[in-house]
């Protein structure tokens, strides 16, 4: 898949696979690129599991759900202030989104991003039994 990346158990709790690094990075440093599947805002609305659905600005929507080659797609996000260590740079033209390093990364570090509040959000309304805090 890749030598510098690679998808194990998450180190988060019922959090499924998470995204490893192998090497360090540099602050700064794009780590790898998010794509997939480009939809409207109406096709983005009928996606039923929307786990790995990004809004990357007006209209514009991709779905790695059937891309699992795309490794962008297992990062998590820890939900800690402070603790993330990689960022999504949106590129709505392009069609994908760009993952950098926004802080020193050792070979092991788990990679999190900060989903956002709306994902989270919609996440909860759809697993009101089981939510995450
Ligand atoms: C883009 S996927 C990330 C990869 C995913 N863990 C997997 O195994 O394919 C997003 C999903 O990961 C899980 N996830 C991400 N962060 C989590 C966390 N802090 N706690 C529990 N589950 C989390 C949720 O199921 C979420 O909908």
């Known amino acids: 898949m890749s030598d510098q990346l690679a998808v194990r158990t998450s180190r988060l709790q019922n959090a499924g696979n998470g995204l490893f690094a192998l090497q360090s990075f540099g602050a700064g440093d794009v780590v790898c690129v998010y794509h997939g599947d480009i939809l409207t805002t109406r096709e983005a609305l009928q996606v039923e599991d929307k786990s790995y659905l990004m809004r990357l600005g007006k209209g514009v929507y991709i779905d790695a759900r059937d891309h699992p080659d795309v490794i962008a797609r297992y990062i998590n996000d820890c ?45 909860n309304m759809t697993h009101k039994e089981n939510p995450i805090k």
Do not use: C, Q
Request: proline fraction near 7%; hydrophobic fraction near 40%; charged fraction near 25%.
């Open 79 to 123: 939900r800690s202030k402070g603790v993330h260590n990689v960022a999504f740079e949106k590129d709505p033209i392009k069609k994908r989104a760009i993952v950098r390093a926004i802080r020193p990364i050792a070979p092991n570090e788990e990679l999190y991003v900060n989903y956002g509040t709306w994902y989270w959000l919609a996440y």
